[in-house]
């Protein structure tokens, strides 16, 4: 009896497990194959519309196009230009200023705005919705809207002329050393919102246990933010920052909206100068070299920017 019961066990222990994997690999197999075929319009996308595109706004660079694009090759005459021409040195000028500025200033309110709303205030829901609704419009909106509070004669300054502050200016708009800061302050002022949400994102996945933690060794709330908080806060830190540079790269339509580079050039920015060499001005081979100027750039500091991220993240898995 003992030997039969020894025999039996094996039998039923082993015998279902042969019949789990055959089918479960099958399973899975689909599975993968499902992903990959998912993938094929995403891939061919970034193939073709992405790195194909790249390629021959590089190739044309290196021409002598015009209205139309040519087979010719002048090496590296087009950059020499493009960095010959006052335009485009004025337009990297402002897009330097604009972008210190827009970012230091999104990231300085978008957290503010975070730590206010992570305080539980009430209607905190309709908050978050007021702060991110002008991510919402589009920037020729956002354009138009500024371009009529900042005019002279229509917006703020005449209101502040008819209460009696009559020696009250406010016409930076039309003012060449101040107009640049006028659409700083109308694209902090859409895209603020998105950096509270990210920051706000970061603030709710802090424990609660170190707000305890801090109140019972006395420690002050300014000093938990700035030693302790904002370092834990330093993907949504990275991730905002991604976004807001990505967005002084591409700064085109609330300038048009607002000041169509003006006056004279004083909000000139190298996206308006691609646009206006490309349509206005039929020089593709100079506008494709400033556009890989462009990218270049980007890729120059974001690349070691999210690699020194990604390291980090590695580093704190193991």
Known sequence: MGTLKSHALPDMTTKPRPVARTRGRPLRKRWSIAAWIALIPMALTV???????????????????????????VGVTQYVRLFHNDRWLVSLQHIAIYGVCFIVA?????????????????????????????????????????????????????????????????????????????????????????????????????????????????????????????????????????????????????????????PGTASEVPAKFIMDYLFGRANIGLASAASIVLLATVLAILAPFLYARSRNASRKEV
Not at 47 to 67: D, H, K, P
Not at 235 to 240: D, E, G, M, N, V
Request: with cysteine; proline share 3%; charged share 15%.
């Open 47 to 73: 193939i073709f519309a992405y790195l194909g595109t790249m390629l021959w706004t590089a190739r044309v660079s290196l021409s002598n196009s015009r209205t139309f694009p040519s087979n010719d090759f």
């Open 106 to 262: 999104c990231l300085a309110i978008g957290m503010l705005l975070a730590i206010f709303i992570d305080q539980r205030v009430m209607a905190e829901g309709v908050l978050r919705t007021v702060f991110l609704y002008p991510y919402a419009m589009s920037f020729v909106a956002t354009g138009l809207v500024w371009q009529w509070i900042l005019n002279p004669e229509l917006g703020a300054q005449s209101l502040l002329h008819k209460m009696g502050f009559t020696h009250a200016r406010f016409d930076w708009i039309v003012d060449q050393d101040w107009v640049i800061y006028t659409i700083v302050i109308a694209t902090v002022w859409q895209a603020s919102g998105l950096v509270m949400a990210v920051m706000l994102a970061g603030l709710r996945g802090i424990d609660d246990e170190l707000w305890k933690a801090a109140r019972v060794d006395g420690v002050p709330r300014w000093r938990v933010y700035a030693s302790i908080v904002i370092p834990m806060l330093g993907p949504s830190i990275s991730t905002a920052f991604v976004l807001l540079f990505v967005a002084v790269v591409k700064l085109f339509d609330a300038v048009v909206a607002m000041t169509q580079g003006g």
